[in-house]
């Protein structure tokens, strides 16, 4: 047995979502479920009625049993391929047709709502919730195909939680999550990339059992297009909502939009008018926000590289900081034109964060320098710092030793790579 | 675990001298523990029958609907087209997961999920298709034996690995 379940995305401890307020729309469902519990009881009563008529022949043809149930009692709450309107398409969201229903998608819809507020507002989750819902039951009727399934009551949560979901993929697609993971001898937290579980989560799972509910025979009593659709409308009203927001791309939460809206300008007209020093400015003090952004950190490492001569030693220091191994292995090839870039003006790298930079890191960096020939004696001089930030370990020295003597080989340029 | 030395002095250039030591690197790190192994193993069993299950049901509704559709392309969808398309795609996704995932990119999604790197046990090196085939024939055809192998050696190896001359290492994380 093993888990694998989304918890936030991977942002610091102060940006996490809260759980109070998605206990709100949890709270509104339950509510909901138990007041109109008679009306779904009397649903089912009506449904085992209508087949007892139906044995018993007193329904002779099929327009008959459609006038039966077209009375259906929940058809007075949600909505079916032949009646439907508006208001009770809204409505549909928060119906449900038994305990098992409810509870499946609470679970979601309480982690939908947490982990969306951590991007937008709570009125902006519950609206896209319920609009989002709502226009994937009503995608879901208009696209079956007209069959048996005429009057069948289209309800439930969980439309709207695809909707939750396609805003949260908006908002951090290209960013990571957070995932608790427990198996017998561990557990604890992975962050992966959010863009792999899309193509998990909506490609291999809903796409392919909606289509096949397209077609006349349904296989289980699942709404899959309501799912799609509801992921689809989530996407577009959360798309929109960035756009009136002007949120920028390389933002991921909600307190780095408010920190760029509000205080960033402020602080940029302290930094003078040089726009070189302004941008970096600006992205330090949004990194010091959310040191995980790598999309930050990537814009970061090609403004220094860009600029290499215009920042101080000090300033590449505490740049640098933010360069971890995680996005090193993401952006290699960032870093390599920043390390080509400080080689270039004799500037020399921080030895506080080559020592806290793995092997593999270097050896990726190095990589991407060796894509052309004129980098050899910038990825020489690398190794060669990292080797000198590394001396107190004796196996990594003698590692990196022999790669030098390598390499020394193929570039006769030592000397006249790590300047001495 | 004893590793053969690698041949250094037959490298041409730095792109080379820089692979070998990212090869010996991966060898220099820890085998991956039984425990991640397993649950790597119903990763990968989850998303293979996700997939194939979808796929399935699809195939199945083509079925249905070319039997009970006037459509003039509908002849499209015979039994045996569809039965074909079945055992195609589903093959091809299984190759695409389990073999060139191997040998492309050093594992299947849930190796990679986890942190681990199916390499060549004496290089270092990523299979080749042809290794990554012949591993996996073994480990179907050993399967639980090379379960209980791997539950009895210290070094955590299964059989099929150790028929292929492959090994699993740890590739993120501490040592």
């Known amino acids: ?420 | 675990m004893e590793q053969a030395p690698l041949n250094r002095e037959a490298t041409p250039n730095i792109q080379e001298a820089l692979s070998q030591a990212e090869q010996e690197h991966w060898l220099e790190r820890p085998n991956a523990p039984l425990a991640i192994r397993l649950a790597s193993f119903v990763l990968d069993m989850i998303f293979i029958y996700l997939f194939i299950h979808g796929q399935h049901r699809l195939l199945q509704a083509l079925s249905i609907y070319s039997a009970t559709s006037n459509h003039s392309l509908v002849f499209l969808l015979n039994p045996f087209f569809l039965g074909f398309l079945d055992v195609f795609v589903r093959t091809g996704f299984l190759f695409f997961y389990l073999v060139f995932s191997v040998s492309q990119f050093g594992g299947t999604v849930g190796n990679l999920l986890l942190g681990l790197r199916v390499i060549d046990a004496q290089s270092g090196r990523t299979l080749t298709l042809g290794r990554s085939i012949s591993r996996l024939l073994f480990g179907l055809s050993t399967n639980l034996l090379s379960l209980a192998v791997a539950m009895s050696r210290p070094d955590g190896r299964s059989l099929h690995d150790l028929l292929s001359k492959t090994i699993i290492k740890k590739v993120r994380g501490r040592t």
């Not at chain 1, 939908?112 to 819902?133: D, E, M, Y």
């Not at chain 1, 208009?142 to 695809?162: E, K, R, Y």
């Not at chain 1, 930050?296 to 101080?312: D, G, I, V």
């Open chain 1, 1 to 420: 047995m093993i888990l694998l379940v989304p918890t936030s995305p991977e942002v610091p401890r102060f940006h996490r979502p809260t759980w109070s307020v998605s206990w709100i729309v949890a709270i509104l469902l339950i509510f909901c479920y138990v007041q109109f519990y008679p009306i779904v009881q009397a649903d089912q009563d009506y449904i085992d009625r209508f087949q007892e008529l139906k044995e018993d022949g007193h329904l002779k043809d099929s327009a008959a049993e459609a006038r039966y149930l077209s009375q259906r009692p929940l058809l007075s709450l949600s909505i079916s391929p032949k009646s439907w309107s508006v208001e009770r398409a809204l409505f549909s969201n928060f119906i449900h047709g038994g305990a098992l229903h409810l509870i499946l998608n609470l679970i979601g819809v309480i982690a939908g709502v947490r982990i969306c507020t951590t991007f937008i507002p709570f009125l902006c989750t519950l609206s896209i919730f319920i609009i989002g819902g709502s226009l994937g039951l009503l995608s879901s009727i208009w696209i079956t195909t007209a069959g048996g399934g005429d009057w069948v009551p289209h309800l439930g949560a969980s439309a709207g939680l695809f909707a939750l979901m396609g805003t949260y993929y908006v908002y951090n697609f290209r960013f990571r999550t957070s995932y608790f993971f427990w198996f017998p001898s561990k557990h604890g937290h992975i962050s992966l990339k959010t863009s792999w579980f899309f193509f998990l989560d909506v490609i291999l799972l809903e796409l392919l059992l909606s289509t096949a509910q397209l077609l006349p025979s349904s296989f289980d009593g699942v709404d899959h297009i309501a799912h799609v659709g509801g992921f689809v409308a989530g996407c577009v009203l959360a798309l929109s909502l960035r756009a009136i927001q002007r949120w920028p791309s390389m933002l991921q939460t909600r307190g780095e939009f408010l920190y760029w809206t509000t205080f960033l300008g402020e602080k940029l007209k302290s930094s003078g008018f040089d726009p070189v020093q302004a941008t970096f400015v600006g992205w330090m003090e949004l990194l010091k926000i959310n040191f995980f952004n790598d999309q930050l950190k990537s814009k970061l490492a090609r403004h220094l590289a860009n600029h290499s001569a215009s920042f101080s030693d000090e300033q590449i220091k505490a740049a640098m900081r933010f360069f971890g191994p995680t996005f090193i292995r993401l952006f290699p090839a960032d870093m390599a034109s920043l390390i080509q870039a400080l080689n270039q003006n004799g500037q020399s790298l921080p030895p506080d964060w080559l020592k806290r930079i793995p092997y593999d890191n270097i050896i990726r960096i190095a990589q991407s320098l060796a894509t052309s020939k004129e980098n050899e004696g910038t990825i020489l001089s690398l190794v060669l710092s990292y080797q000198r930030a590394h001396q107190s370990n004796k196996k990594l020295s003698q590692r990196l030793e022999v790669l030098i003597k390598q390499m020394e080989k193929i570039t006769p340029n030592r000397l006249q790579a790590s300047g001495e």
